[in-house]
């Protein structure tokens, strides 16, 4: 497994794949952190096969032969995948699909009147990009996969999440907010933006979800509100909740984190 930490690394590696130079890659991370959208970004020039969710095993072999048919050099995303990984014969034709041969042969046995003799076999040179919140592997035959792949583990600082989301988000009353908070915080997602911003825009209160989101103390976010209320340090001592000692503790905490 392949540790990174920062949006650059990760693009890095989604691009080296685009060149169908790495036969099968797994992502993962925790929810919510924009792989997905990186992966649609990045590989959209090559016209992805991507499944998700619940996938039977006649359904994804017959749209992987359809997909082949297209193009033997296709790309295959699979994204949300306990739907998908927790069938038996679905990982049996990932295995196949997944090889590390240039040329793979992929074959449905079964006694399905559905496809014709001919129809359950076919050979492929097809790429696979796996991206999952957790990966437990549970039995030999998905250990038998997932030995396959270059298995990359992505878990960036939520300071790193915070200058991602600058590149795109809009919002900077959210943005400064969210800001704030990063240094002290390991929760932030890019969903925790998405929801302010839907809260905001209809007159919500949008404050509070980001500290709930962020698992922020209250006390810290009380010591943010003093600052804006009261002018001088002698104020915000007098009227913060804990007393003096907490007071510059806190203080000490949010301006020493970076």
């Known amino acids: 497994m392949i540790n990174i930490t920062s949006y650059k690394e990760l693009k890095e ?25 990186l992966v649609e970004e990045i590989l959209a020039k090559n016209s992805p096969l991507v499944l998700n969710g619940h996938c ?32 038996d014969t679905n990982v049996a034709i990932l295995k196949a699909v997944c090889d590390t041969k240039d040329k793979k042969t992929v074959k449905y046995t079964s006694t399905t009147r559905l496809l ?48 991602f989301l600058k590149t795109f988000a809009k919002d900077k009353e959210i943005i400064k907010f969210i800001e704030t908070y990063a240094k002290i915080s390991k929760k932030l997602n890019l969903r925790v933006y998405a ?33 804006s209320k009261y002018k001088t340090e002698k104020e915000r001592i007098t009227n913060f909740s804990l007393g003096r000692a907490s007071y510059f503790r806190i203080k000490k905490i949010l301006n020493s984190k970076k």
Request: proline share 2%.
């Open 195 to 227: 929801r302010a911003l839907e809260l905001k825009n209809s007159n919500l209160n949008w404050k509070q979800e980001v500290l709930n989101s962020m698992e922020v103390n209250p006390t810290y976010a009380e010591f943010d509100e003093l600052k």
């Open 116 to 163: 014709s003799e001919s129809d359950k076999e076919f050979q492929t040179s097809c790429k696979t990009i796996l991206l999952t919140n957790k990966l437990t592997v549970c039995d030999d035959n998905l250990t038998a996969l997932i030995t396959r792949a270059n298995v990359i583990n992505f878990n960036p600082s939520d300071i790193e999440i915070l200058s």
């Open 13 to 37: 590696y989604i691009t080296a794949f685009s060149k169908l130079k790495i036969n099968f890659l797994t992502i993962l991370s925790r929810g919510g952190l924009g792989k997905t959208f």
């Open 56 to 87: 039977t095993p006649l359904s994804l072999y017959k749209s992987l032969k359809y997909e082949n048919e297209l193009d033997t050099s296709f790309i295959l995303v699979i994204d949300d995948v306990d739907g998908i990984l927790h069938n």
